[in-house]
C-alpha cells in the first residue's frame, strides 16, 4: 500500500494564526481526503482534496476555514485559518486505493495540532 | 445513507483470552466494510476489510470479521489478545461512494 507522509507530526500555535499542513505520497493516486480528529473523539471527513479542480468539503467545513490545494497526483496541503482552541485536534489525511466505494483509505500519521 | 454504531466505548480482557469488538452498520446500498486500529501517536492501520466476497475476512495479526447482513453486523474478534493489541479499533464503511464513515471507536485494554 502507498506509503504517506505528512508534516508537521505536531504543532502548537497562538490563536488568531494558520498553520499548512502537508500529505505527501509515494505514488499517484486518484483520491486524497482530509480528516479530524477531536480528542477523545472518531473520525470526521473535512474535504475530499480533488486535482486539478477544488476540494469537495463535508457539511460544516467551509473554504474560508480550510483551505486545500491538490496541485499533483502525489501531494496535498490542507491549512487551517485563524485557529482557535476548537481548533486543536489531530488532522489525518488518507488515500484511496482506487476509486471504487470498495477501496480502502490508507492514512498518515497525522498532524496532532494544540492551539492555545 | 451510510452509518455505523459501534456498540462497546471500552473493552477489556486479560492477554490470551478471545477479543470480541461489536460494529453495527446501516446502509440503502451493499457496503464495504473496514475496521482498522490506531496506536498511540499513530494514523489509522487498516486491519481488514470486507467488500461482498467472503462473508468471513481475514486480516493482520490474527484478527478476522465476519460479515452477517441478518444482523447487520461485522464484528471483529481475534482468538488471543496480546499485549500489543491494546489500541483503539475503529470500524468503518462506505455505501454506494467513496465517503468512509467512521464508528465512535472502542478502546481496546489487555490485561495481563
Known amino acids: 500500500s502507498a506509503v504517506i507522509s505528512q508534516k508537521p507530526s505536531r504543532d502548537i500555535c497562538q490563536r488568531g494564526t494558520s498553520l499548512t499542513i502537508q500529505c505527501q505520497v509515494d505514488?499517484?493516486?486518484?483520491?486524497m481526503f482530509w480528516y479530524r480528529q477531536q480528542p477523545g473523539q472518531s473520525l470526521t471527513l473535512i474535504a475530499t482534496?480533488?486535482?486539478?479542480?477544488?476540494?469537495?468539503?463535508e457539511s460544516g467545513f467551509v473554504i474560508d476555514k480550510f483551505p486545500i490545494s491538490r496541485p499533483n497526483l502525489t501531494f496535498s496541503t490542507l491549512t487551517v485559518s485563524n485557529m482557535s482552541p476548537e481548533d486543536s485536534s489531530i488532522y489525518l489525511c488518507?488515500?484511496?486505493?482506487?476509486?471504487?466505494?470498495?477501496?480502502?483509505?490508507?492514512f498518515g500519521d497525522g498532524t496532532r495540532l494544540s492551539i492555545l | 445513507a451510510q452509518s455505523v454504531t459501534q456498540l462497546d466505548s471500552h473493552v477489556s480482557v486479560s492477554e490470551g483470552t478471545p477479543v470480541l469488538l461489536r460494529c453495527n452498520y446501516s446502509?440503502?446500498?451493499?457496503?464495504?466494510l473496514f475496521w482498522y486500529v490506531q496506536h498511540p501517536n499513530k494514523g489509522l492501520q487498516l486491519l481488514l476489510k470486507?467488500?461482498?466476497?467472503?462473508?468471513l475476512v481475514k486480516g493482520i495479526n490474527g484478527f478476522e470479521a465476519e460479515f452477517k447482513k441478518s444482523e447487520t453486523s461485522f464484528h471483529l474478534t481475534k482468538p488471543s489478545a496480546h499485549m500489543s493489541d491494546a489500541a483503539e479499533y475503529f470500524c468503518?464503511?462506505?455505501?454506494?461512494?467513496?465517503?468512509?464513515?467512521f464508528g465512535t471507536g472502542t478502546q481496546l485494554k489487555v490485561e495481563l
Open positions: 446502509s440503502s446500498y451493499s457496503p464495504s
Open positions: 470486507y467488500t461482498s466476497a467472503a462473508t
Open positions: 505514488s499517484q493516486v486518484t483520491m
Open positions: 482534496a480533488n486535482q486539478g479542480s477544488e476540494a469537495t468539503y
Open positions: 488518507s488515500v484511496a486505493e482506487g476509486t471504487g466505494s470498495h477501496q480502502p483509505q490508507h
Open positions: 468503518g464503511g462506505t455505501g454506494g461512494g467513496n465517503k468512509l464513515t
